[in-house]
């Protein structure tokens, strides 16, 4: 999925276009230039063209709609739009942080989280975090808002990947397992299965078959 001209366009308007290296927090390591271009390749004193601003931006964006991407949720357009926003200006990390476990409309509500800067509320983020938050919830959220993820089918044991993982993760979340939700069936969600297993007296073989996902879901 690629973002929409209408999303990169207001992103250029929310980030401003600078053609002169700036620094809007003194204490970042690097310096920033066009649409919010950052890193070891921007230095103090730098300036471009237009052109070139655009040029960073359109590659710097490819990397946050792959960091959407990975996030294996099933997303319309504008919560896709959202979200590579939301990820441009406050980083894939945050990105992780503010999926990691909600369903759809905690996604948006806690968007609006985001809103500080050196410990303060800023107007800007305010607007901006609105704006993708309404975005966000502009095709409406499934009625019954839950796991993001499909129920697996068949059975996913450790060495699993995918949203099948994903779903089970989200579960054992839910269900109070402190765990990652990655994709990845390793050592962590393996114990997670098993203590849940042994509370709810099931075979106890690491296994999500049906069994323990009729325990998960309930």
């Known amino acids: 999925m690629k973002t929409s001209k209408a999303t990169l366009d207001k ?9 002169k290296a700036y620094k ?15 890193g070891p390749d921007v230095t103090k004193g730098m300036t471009i063209t237009k052109e070139r601003a655009m040029e960073l931006f359109e590659q710097d964006i490819k ?12 997303l319309t357009p504008n919560q896709f739009d959202s979200l590579v926003s939301f990820a441009f200006n406050c980083g894939t990390g945050n990105l992780q942080k503010l999926v990691k476990g909600r369903d759809y409309q905690q996604i948006a509500d806690a968007m609006l989280l985001y809103n500080k800067g050196s ?3 800023l107007p800007g983020l305010v607007r901006r975090r609105q704006w993708e ?3 966000f919830l502009s095709d409406g959220v499934p009625k019954k808002t839950g796991n993001p993820y499909s129920m697996p089918t068949k059975n996913v044991r450790i060495g699993s990947r995918g949203n099948d993982v994903r779903w ?21 969600t393996d114990k ?4 849940l297993q042994l509370q709810h007296h099931i075979q106890v073989d690491g296994v999500v078959g049906p069994q ?5 879901k309930n």
């Open 192 to 195: 997670c299965v098993r203590d």
């Open 133 to 135: 938050h309404d975005l």
């Open 24 to 38: 809007p927090v003194k204490a970042e390591k690097y310096w920033t230039i066009g649409v919010g271009h950052y």
């Open 11 to 19: 992103i250029a308007e929310f980030e401003g276009i600078r053609l």
């Open 63 to 74: 990397k946050f709609e792959d960091a959407v991407t990975a996030t294996g949720l099933t």
């Open 168 to 188: 089970v993760q989200y579960e054992l979340t839910r269900n109070g397992y402190g765990i990652v939700v990655d994709g990845i069936f390793g050592p962590k």
């Open 119 to 121: 410990g303060k509320v």
């Open 212 to 216: 323990t996902r009729e325990v998960l």
